[in-house]
Structures are given as C-alpha cells and as structure tokens.
C-alpha cells in the first residue's frame, strides 16, 4: 500500500478511535484514557459551541466527560463521525468531520449532530491530535 493511503489509513484510526471515547456507561474512565493516548499532552480543545469559545487542556476536557459519560443522567450516549475528509501534508494533517450523536436523557431519546475539526502530527509514535475545534447544532 503507497505510504500516502497508509498515512490516512492510520490518521482515520485515530479519529476513530478519538470518537469511540464518547459513549456512556460504567467503561467511561477506560475509553478516557484512550484519549490521553491519541492526543498530545499538550493538545488544545476547543469548543465553539455557545456564546463564547471554551479551550480545555487535555485533562480539563476529560474530566467532566468523564463524569457525564459515567453517570446516569445521561444514557446510551454515541458520538459518531458521519463524513470525513483528510488534507495531508508531510507530517501535519487537518480531518474536517460531520458528526452525530444520540442519547437518552431524562427517559427521552435526544439526537445532535455538528463539525469537528482535528489536526494532527506524526510524531516517532505515530500520528497524534494536537488540536481539536468543534460546534454542535
């Protein structure tokens, strides 16, 4: 396989693998520490969802997914990437994605939908998120 296939093979992995962190249920901490695997320690996230734009670190923006996705307020919680494209170039890549999500919250099914934005470096480990900017509808 060209290296350039294999490139966007493993930077959709990532991506993939960013996503499948955000269901609930009692596994919440585990799929989190995933994240820590697939973004830099030092990776910007911010949310342009709301009034403002909100920026987290890495732990900043854990932390309370953490205990949303754990807990019971919230169930049957999925996020999933319905388009995607990859820009690459050398070492940097950008993966512009449509998402969906559903859940189940006080007892009525919710759905949402929105964009995100990765960029990502290859780094001696292979490719990880450095930033990641995004906005529900």
Request: a negative charge.
């Amino acid at each position: 396989m060209p290296a350039d296939e294999s490139d966007d093979l493993q930077i959709r992995a990532v991506v993939d693998r960013f996503f499948a962190a955000f269901v609930s249920g009692p596994d919440a901490a585990v799929r989190a520490d995933d994240l820590r695997t697939v973004l830099l320690p030092e990776a910007l996230l911010v949310s342009a969802a709301g009034a403002a734009p909100t920026s987290y670190d890495v732990e900043s923006f854990i932390a309370p997914r953490v205990t949303l996705l754990g807990g019971d307020t919230m169930t049957g919680f999925r996020e999933w990437v319905e388009t995607a494209r990859v820009d690459r170039f050398g070492d940097i890549a950008q993966v512009w994605c449509g998402y969906a999500k559903s859940w189940h919250q006080d007892g009525e099914p919710r759905h949402g939908s929105g964009a995100k934005s990765l960029q990502l470096v290859r780094t001696t480990g292979g490719w990880r998120i450095s930033a990641v900017v995004w906005d529900d509808l």
